[in-house]
DNA sequence: TATTATTGTGGGTAGTTGTGGGTATCCATG
DNA sequence: CATGGATACCCACAACTACCCACAATAATA
């Protein structure tokens, strides 16, 4: 499985194309098909799934059963979704609809999140992680439930 | 499982270059595949973690369910990891942003704490233990903690 | 204490990666 | 069929990374 980590601050060009880390190409599953599929995430951010790993949680998703509110997860979900097969140059690029939802228009972080990638506008990210630094507090009550087990 | 004792008193180079000493170079797990995964901790202070060891963290981290508090959790976290593998001549890299957390330049130290290793810069590291020596009472009060349970 | 081997430090270099453009191809639309 | 817009492909340059080698410092051995 596919496990990204580290975060990188690149560009999208005037074509909305993004070019991703080499260690995160590097990374990916090569059943993935060289296909990312970017999606919309909590937090106004984007997620870039590979293609396998998605392609599970679309089962996932599909077993689920047809609730209103899991119809409405799905229509929200797979309005903004969109896969993207790496080009020559290692690129993926987002569509605007994304681009509008992410706020994402020159500068922007990628995020390594494990099994995905997270992909902000620079300013958003500082933003969001900037808001009082409760790291460490954080930190210590993850260790806490981590040893619950 | 890797097991690291021991401090080991170091310098970064202008690349951000750091040696791991070789000590713990030999204590290394063969399944972490010579790579460490760098992640800030408490005290601005940084972990660095065998890959293997790091991976169940993960593992466990991707059980839970999203809730906003665990993905602030995970972004937090994976807002300063990477992993770095060790270059031919046995030393790891740290980020911009790593050293920037850590006050880490010139001078730091390697302390071995059992299945991890932590680094701080040399001046912040002797302020922190030098904040009245307090270690017989730490000892009890951490002795007792303990016994608790 | 002398000798040798190992380990830490500091660059230099070649190859890879990121950025920005240009050009061709395809598709929808008039 | 012609036109405009979008998409994919290709190339060139700049920047960075990883690899290599040399030297210094330390530790180990006799």
Redo the contacts with the bound molecule.
Sequence with gaps: MSRFRGS???????????????????ALNPDADETFVVVRAPNNCLRAYPLDAWSEFEDELDARPQTPQTLKLRRQLYASVSD??L?????I?L??LQMQISGIDKKLILVGQGPYIELWDITRYEEFLGDGDDFDEAFFQSAQETMKK
């Design positions: 990188y601050e690149y560009s999208v060009d005037e074509k909305g194309r993004v070019n991703v880390p080499a260690k995160f190409r590097k993207s097969k080009d020559s140059q290692g690129r690029s569509t605007a």
